[in-house]
């Protein structure tokens, strides 16, 4: 919430995975937001990653065009937003078939997308629910409620003497290398969850409105179940037979008629063996 009040959607941009609360969907009203992804998304969670690993393909390309190493250098010449991939509820995510797929590939696609400005946020209850791979991409760590100081130190892969006191928001994270204590901020901490659901919502609202102006994020391709065929067909130029949607990419598909020899056509023949029209 604070990189949004912060920054504008050129300077951050997030995408975001929901297998918990659902509170992330309120994020869609932001320009900041390319998709906010639930349990009832599984069919969109292909082009999520799609997306972001193709962002990661044309920053390389474009890094080595530019000469430079880091995102840092490359947003001096070119600034383009730091991007922000959040997968609250790993394991959750990962119990799906869709998302069991994508976890383990997870740590794949972190390392590689680390030089270019792609950062991932991963909360989970447990450290054994990520997968070996993706721990060693892990950089900052943030260990809360655990039950004792060799759970905070398996979060935190380090040494802790220190079991921080059992209180809500209070944790341990690694600072300089030593195992310190912080405590986390909860948002109107006077308002119920209910008064305090609405009071973020109201918040991100200001915050879109205030961005109006500035290029909003990549959105995630969405195939609509409402649209008709018609309205379908009217997007594309005479010449073309529209015929739908890629499932992997939300990509529009249309057959050229120019590029087409002899077309067979099979009409409720379950068959096939015979072209009605030809």
Request: charged content about 25%; hydrophobic content about 40%; overall charge negative.
């Amino acid at each position: 919430l604070s990189l949004a009040r912060r920054y504008s959607p050129e300077q951050v941009n997030f995408y975001l995975v929901d297998y918990s609360s659902r509170m992330l969907t309120a994020f869609r009203a932001l320009p900041h937001c390319g998709g906010v992804l639930c349990e009832d998304d599984a069919a969109s969670i292909d082009r999520f990653f799609k997306l972001i690993n193709g962002i990661v393909a044309r920053r390389k390309q474009l890094f080595f065009e530019l000469e430079v190493g880091s995102y840092e250098a490359a947003n001096k010449i070119r600034p383009m937003p730091l991007i922000v991939v959040v997968i609250d509820n790993l394991a959750g995510f990962a119990a799906t078939d869709q998302g069991q797929k994508c976890s383990y590939l997870l740590g794949d696609w972190m390392r590689n997308a680390a030089n270019y400005g792609v950062k991932y946020i991963i909360s989970c209850a447990h450290m054994n629910e990520v997968m070996l791979r993706t721990r060693q991409e892990l950089g900052e760590r943030i260990s809360l409620h655990q039950s004792d100081r060799y759970e905070y130190g398996e979060v935190l892969d380090t040494r802790c003497e220190y079991l921080p006191p059992d209180c809500p928001g209070r944790g341990l994270t690694l600072w300089e290398g030593r195992p310190l204590e912080l405590q986390a901020a909860l948002y109107r901490p006077y308002l119920d969850d209910a008064e305090r659901v609405q009071a973020v919502k109201g918040l991100l609202q200001t915050v879109a409105a205030e961005n109006q102006g500035f290029r909003p994020a990549q959105r995630l391709p969405v195939i609509s179940e409402t649209e008709t065929y018609a309205e379908f067909a009217d997007r594309f130029q005479a010449g073309r037979i529209p015929l739908g949607y890629s499932l992997s990419d939300a990509k529009q598909i249309a057959l050229p008629l120019k590029q087409l020899s002899p077309l067979a056509l099979y009409f409720g023949n379950p068959m096939g063996i015979a072209p009605v029209l030809e």
